[in-house]
């Protein structure tokens, strides 16, 4: 079921734009890190996929955009033989999917914790999501530490600064 506290104001929901394009950035930031930290590389399509997000957030993309690049990828991801290379894939295209619908960007989060655990990276991935909220205003922190996607149904210590 959906977390009605990520629906859009103009979908009858509480999130703002500025909300929802802030929620993308955080998504950006996951996505980009995962790739840093266990040096996986974009494929050109994911890349460009990427772009549109930027771009999206920029106000030089449409939703629509967004969405035709998040399925892209999602389908692309399909036909990878290779279980790290799909999973990044699959953050990427989770954290495209936020122009669409910014509960999406709890995927990238996911999605990075499974690349770092199956590449036997450090576990201190989930750590490192919580502190890079700082970026966002503090009712976007409390929104994504009390998601139950992001948390699994545990209480996440809320950042400080």
């Not at 629906?7 to 929620?23: F, I, K, N, S, Y």
């Not at 290779?82 to 122009?99: M, N, S, Y």
Request: glycine share 6%.
């Amino acid at each position: 079921m959906r977390d009605r506290r990520f629906v859009a104001l103009h979908r009858g929901g509480e999130l703002t734009p500025t909300d929802h394009r802030l929620l993308m950035v955080w998504a950006l930031e996951c996505t980009y890190h995962v790739s840093t930290c266990t040096s996986l590389e974009f494929r050109p399509s994911l890349l460009q996929a990427l772009r549109t997000a930027q771009a999206w957030i920029d106000g030089k993309a449409t939703t629509g955009d967004a969405m035709k690049a998040s399925r892209a990828v999602h389908a692309e991801a399909k036909g990878m033989d290779d279980p790290i290379e799909k999973l990044l894939a699959r953050c990427v295209g989770q954290a495209v999917a936020t122009a669409h619908m910014a509960d999406h960007c709890l995927g990238p989060a996911w999605y990075a914790i499974k690349i770092v655990r199956e590449v036997g990276g450090s576990e201190l991935e989930r750590a490192w999501q919580l502190e890079h909220l700082s970026i966002l205003p503090p009712h976007l922190v409390s929104l994504i530490t009390t998601a139950q996607k992001f948390t699994g149904n545990r209480t996440m210590p809320v950042p400080t600064d």
